[in-house]
C-alpha cells in the first residue's frame, strides 16, 4: 500500500498562513486534502485530478490552493487568511491507490 506523510501543520494566528505537505511512497495522480474538526463530519477541502484541474469548497475558496509535484511525488496545501473556523485535523489521500495520511492537526488561535 502506497504510504502517505503529512508535515507543516501547527499553530497560527488569524490571518495566518500555512503549507501542509503530503509526501507519497510511489507516484501520486488524483489527490486530494479533507480535514475534521471535532465534532464534525470529514470534509473536503481541496482536489486536484491527474490532469489538474482543481476543486474547492466555497468556505475554502481563494484561501486554499491545492498542488502537486509530481517529479517528487508530494501534494501541497497552501493555506491563507486562515480563520478560527479552519482548525481541524487534515488528511492527504491518494485517490488512485485508496491510501490516507495519519492527519496533521491545524489550529487557528484568535
Known amino acids: 500500500q502506497v504510504q502517505l506523510v503529512e508535515s507543516g501543520g501547527g499553530l497560527v494566528e488569524v490571518g495566518g498562513s500555512l503549507t501542509l505537505s503530503c509526501a507519497a511512497s510511489a507516484s501520486i495522480f488524483s489527490v486530494a486534502w479533507y480535514r475534521q474538526a471535532p465534532g464534525k463530519q470529514r470534509e473536503l477541502v481541496a482536489a486536484?485530478?491527474?490532469?489538474?484541474?482543481?476543486n474547492y469548497p466555497d468556505s475554502v475558496k481563494g484561501r486554499f490552493t491545492i498542488f502537486k509535484d509530481n517529479a517528487k511525488n508530494t501534494m501541497y496545501l497552501q493555506m491563507n487568511n486562515l480563520k478560527p473556523e479552519d482548525t481541524a485535523v487534515y488528511y492527504c489521500?491518494?485517490?488512485?491507490?485508496?491510501?490516507w495520511g495519519q492527519g496533521i492537526q491545524v489550529t487557528v488561535s484568535s
Open positions: 489521500t491518494e485517490r488512485h491507490w485508496g491510501s
Open positions: 486536484i485530478t491527474g490532469s489538474g484541474s482543481t
